[in-house]
């Protein structure tokens, strides 16, 4: 049963896998609309356009860096139910800021000084949104699922995350942006109403000043807030405080071995994902001259890649929580990147310049099935690394603080992401053409595998140790 799709028709799990899956289309609907809108509606130079792809990435990450130690503090103190609920909320009133903007752009009103900007306040406010929400929808398996079904729920949330990045992708490059639009606001209700079937998931530890340093400063500066110097200050202090307890959440998460290799293995990975996501929508333009109904093919081969390894590692694991696979898959990945880079030149020096190819037109070009292949072999690979490791977070840890533990991965896993949007950024900047850096994301796979060896080592010094 580990590997069949039971645990959907019970109520401690599909309202918080249908909630998790509307989160998710949300997010990538809107981010992927407002990119392919701006890239090939807006700038006409691959270097902007990678630049805006990296930009738009970052602020989406950035929440995660600054707020996971608050976010995984607020799910180990109260109900995780309650909490879903309050950030599905505020998603309608996020989701209306960004429909506004495309509406806008889409208008061509004030686009670059205005409705850009507004799309990009909407894409960080949903990165706060997700950086509270995304704590809890693992740290919430191990309160309504038994021990040996926790990695088939934590695959089926993978799987679930990316089948619903496929449907936000494949919407995004398909309809016009005044109908996304209205389609992320809908949604964005739509979750609110599942949200409210998620069952109670009430704290499970007592609230300690001490576990809750930075909760506890933020209650302290809002009863002292007024006076012209505390209101100048609040967001410098806000700022130290989050900081300041993400290094120390971090600290104390780490010492657990692990856990420690696990969240290094995962951040590494997801380096590696940003970049690549980066990548997808300029090279998609301007190395394989497909247009942006291709670029969202991409997205959605890649998607459904994650969503099959997912699910087959659980198979291939039997419900057992390990890292014996991990090493293996991610050197996978590594060489379907590789190949993928070979493809993508061989294409660029085969096809002459042209106007942009529509899918019907793509799909023809001989190189095609083996770019589609590729690119669904490195997804495949990716998926069957990271869910194991996203298992580990939160049973190898106290249930009691197993938000925090996902949280201190969100730290590190955003810092990550953040160097690799930046690292993505400065090499376009650097003039770096856009398919040689898929090298870059090839080589970085062999430092995953690393990590996943000592995972796995350290694995089985604790389990000889037991």
Partial sequence: MLTSTYLLRQRRFLPLFATQLLN????????????????YSVYNSAEAEAQFSAIASGLFILPFFLLSALAGQMADMRDKAMIIRMVKTAEILIMAVGAAGLVMAWQGILTTSAAIPLMLVALFAMGIHSTFFGPIKYA???????????????????????????????????????????????????????SRMVPAAP???????????????????????????????????FLYWTVGSSVKLVK??????????????????????????????????????ASKEVASLFLVIFSIGVAIGSVAINALLKGEVSARYAPISVIAMGAMVAAFYFVCRIWASSVGAGPLMGIGEFILQPLAPLVLVTLLLIAIAGGMFVV???????????????ARTVAANNIVNSGAMVAGSLLAGGLSAAGIPIV???????????????????????EKTALAAA
């Fill in 388 to 402: 194991p490791l996203y298992a580990f977070l939160t049973t190898k840890c106290e249930a009691s603080e197993a």
């Fill in 436 to 458: 040689e850096q898929l090298l870059l994301s090839a080589f970085m796979c062999l430092g995953s595998a690393w990590l996943g060896s000592l995972l796995h080592r350290a």
């Fill in 24 to 39: 998710a289309f949300n997010d990538n609907l809107y981010k992927n609309a407002m990119v392919l809108f701006v890239v």
């Fill in 140 to 194: 919430i398996l191990p309160q309504h699922l038994n021990h040996r079904e926790v990695l088939a729920g934590t695959g089926l949330v993978e799987a679930g995350t990316y089948i619903a990045i496929l449907a936000g992708t494949i919407l995004a490059g398909f309809i016009e942006v005044e109908i996304a639009a209205i389609v992320v606001i809908v949604t964005a209700f739509i979750g609110f109403v599942t």
């Fill in 252 to 289: 104390k998460t780490m010492r657990q071995r692990e856990v420690f290799y696990a969240i290094l293995a995962i951040s590494f990975f997801w380096t590696i994902g940003a970049v690549l996501f980066i990548q997808f929508p300029p090279l998609a333009k301007n190395v394989l001259l």
């Fill in 203 to 237: 704290p499970m530890t007592e609230e300690d000043p001490r576990e809750f340093e930075t909760l506890a400063n933020l209650k302290a500066m809002v009863t002292n807030f007024g006076g012209l110097r505390r209101t100048v200050m609040a967001p410098f202090t």
